[in-house]
């Protein structure tokens, strides 16, 4: 039998599933990707490109892309490349997505270089400022006192002594 509390549950539950719907579209989503690393031999396969069999191969490798496959047999890792047409959604989003790494490594290093330039201009204006108001330093040598010279030859004793030269 419906009445007044299932009707005041029900539009409870409906404002508080469309709030939370509300907050949680402004989230992005995250999605887990699972990076395996190719094997070196596969690698250059792929820079070289397909084993070219006759002129269509050339057209043919423009407008795809080589993904490689990764599958198991028991304990054993097999991979197989996939040349993805270029017109498939998987081969498009990847092809944007490597863009869009391209162009926010080449925007970082651009930005690292400008701020290093920017601090080593600093720093040589800091050090042109710091010359600039340091005194020179002034030669002091000329100041001190002619230094001891001891006389060469044997010593006088009459003089160090003070005998004989002088009468009383």
């Keep these: 039998v419906p009445c007044v509390e ?3 549950f029900i539009q409870a539950l409906d404002k508080m599933m469309l709030e939370n719907l509300q907050q949680r579209s402004g989230e992005s989503v995250k999605v887990h990707q699972l990076d395996v690393a190719i094997p070196l ?10 084993p070219l069999g006759g002129g269509e191969g050339e057209a043919e490798s423009a407008d795809t892309m080589p993904f490689v496959m990764l599958t198991r047999k028991g304990n054993k890792q097999q991979f197989k ?13 990847h092809w944007n997505q490597q863009q869009a790494e391209q162009e926010e490594r080449m925007r970082m290093k651009k930005l690292t270089l400008d701020i290093n330039e920017r601090q080593e201009q600093e720093d040589y204006q800091e050090m042109l400022q710091s010359l600039a108001q340091r005194p020179a330093p002034a030669n002091t040598n000329r100041e001190r006192r002619p230094r001891y010279q001891h006389p ?6 009459d003089l160090i002594f003070k005998t004989g030269g002088r009468r009383r």
């Design 81 to 93: 490349i996939l040349n993805v047409p270029m017109s498939s959604q998987l081969a498009a989003n």
């Design 6 to 8: 299932d009707e005041d």
């Design 41 to 50: 031999h596969l690698k250059s396969q792929l820079r070289e490109g397909p």
């Design 152 to 157: 060469k030859g044997a010593p006088n004793a």
